[in-house]
């Protein structure tokens, strides 16, 4: 068995690993690089041939870092299958084609103010890029398992996101196991991750490697912080990713009214088409959350839907107190950034991110204390505040990835270390050799590993 560390080694975004076992090649995740700029540029690199010659592509969860450069590996001329969950599938149709609209948007824009350095800006991909991914995509439902040549490929429910999945390539008696994103035992959405039973070779992911969630009570903090705001007449503006996060912040908006812990008037604004149509998505694939139905059913009722751009802006111009969910949840991009602009300059308001934020991205500068930020291209002060709610992450923490690890019935024979940055993947490498006693090394970016 030979793998390929592509992307998410020595970083926690760009998952792209592959692995050739049984005379085939599977392409584990087909991930957006996000963050620093010298991340970000290998989107721009040529298509590795290695990566053109893979034989299928599976896709553990819709998170762009994971599905977001399908549409540039399929525009390369790869032929292959591509496999995911039904729900995965689902929603990487809403992601991809909304992420191409942003680039196609934001290389106008560009265009159109002269802030690229290049004499013409161009999209990563189109929307007829995407268009032809998503067409390849084949669904796969978790619990079985379809033929590749001699190679098995199966999909185990993961947590994290609706439809995330674990991956296992089996051939003969050989097994390697991906984790994918894995998610946390109370997480707000969705069930626990399914514990695994076998892997002769792992891949885990580290996002959170060497961390640990606090017991906070984030549904509290957040009610204090609305309060709060809304109190001195500012309104709060919640980034949020349209798949996972904005559902989660719904339910949580919806439990608080209904509780009486926030003004069962207060304005809402849902700023996200790719938010609108996800929720459509959790609402038919509903049986796989541990949410009961009718709160799902009830997740958009009293909140103030903005559909078109024409409406975002008049809501950006709205100067009552507000609560405002948009997309994205690390302000990379989307209306987000036009609520951003205009209400970061201002003490009254509150800005909260709601989960976890790469390093590089605006989001992260914002959380470190960024006192000005660069928004289309000009620098906006930052003086209104700055919250970091952790306890909405949707990753499991170093407990739970060593839990789920532990339910292996024996040790693999090699464990690679991926998707976390060096310090997270160097401490959950550090466990795993030291509680586990299973051989373990993180892996590097462009090696290639044989087992």
């Known amino acids: 068995m030979r793998i390929g560390f592509f992307g998410a080694a020595d970083t926690v975004t760009g998952s ?33 041939e290695a990566l053109r010659q893979a034989d299928a592509v599976v896709i553990s969860h819709a998170h762009l870092d994971h599905s977001g450069w399908l549409p540039v590996l399929v525009r390369s001329g790869w032929k292959g299958a591509v496999y995911a969950s039904p729900a995965t ?66 999909l185990s429910p993961a947590g994290h996101l609706l439809g995330a999945c674990s991956v296992s ?39 959170y490697g060497d961390r640990w969630h606090r017991p906070e009570d984030a549904a509290a903090r957040l009610a204090q912080i609305i309060l709060r705001t809304v109190g001195n007449g500012g309104s709060v503006l919640l980034p949020a990713f349209a798949v996972g996060r904005a559902q989660a912040l719904l339910l949580v908006l919806q439990r608080l009214k209904a509780e009486d812990r926030l003004p069962r008037d207060l304005p809402v604004f849902l700023d996200s088409p790719m938010a609108l ?38 809501l950006v111009r709205v100067r009552y107190p507000k609560v405002i969910i948009s997309a994205s949840g690390m302000a ?24 976890f934020q790469v390093a590089g991205s605006r989001g992260a500068h914002l959380v470190a204390g960024a006192t000005e930020v660069k928004i289309h291209g ?46 997270a993947a160097d401490a959950l490498r550090v466990r795993v050799q030291d509680e586990l006693g299973w051989p373990v090394r993180a892996a590097r970016h462009g090696e290639t590993a044989e087992v």
């Open 277 to 314: 149509q996800a929720t459509e998505v959790y609402r038919r694939h509903r049986a796989l959350l541990r949410v009961p139905p009718q709160e799902i059913e009830t997740l958009t009722h009293g909140v103030r839907m903005v559909a078109t751009a024409q409406e975002s802006i008049r």
């Open 169 to 207: 390539l089996t051939h003969r008696k050989q097994t390697l196991l991906y984790s994918g994103d894995l998610g946390r035992a109370d997480d707000l959405l969705m069930p626990p991750p399914q514990k695994p039973s076998r892997a002769d070779v792992l891949l885990v992911e580290s996002t």
């Open 89 to 154: 599938r689902d929603l990487a149709q809403v992601l991809l084609l909304d992420s191409a609209h942003l680039q196609e948007e934001d290389a106008r824009r560009a265009n159109r103010y002269g802030y690229s350095r290049h004499e013409k800006a161009l999209p990563l991909y189109t929307r007829a890029d995407a268009l032809r991914a998503i067409e390849r995509i084949r669904p796969l439902a978790p619990g079985t398992a379809v033929r590749l040549g001699e190679v098995d490929i199966g």
């Open 332 to 355: 990379t991009g989307g209306r987000v950034l036009h609520h951003l602009k205009a209400m970061a300059p201002d003490p009254r308001h509150h800005v909260v991110f709601a989960g």
């Open 16 to 48: 792209r690993h592959l692995v050739e076992i049984g005379g085939q090649r599977v392409l584990l995740d087909c991930g957006l690089f996000q963050g620093f700029k010298v991340f970000r540029e290998r989107n721009w690199a040529p298509v590795p």
């Open 378 to 423: 000009e620098y906006v002060p930052v003086r209104a505040a700055i919250t970091h709610l952790e306890g909405f992450s949707g990753h499991a923490d170093s407990d739970g990835l060593m839990a789920w690890m532990r339910g292996l019935r024996k040790a693999p024979q090699q464990t690679f270390v991926v998707h976390g940055e060096p310090q």
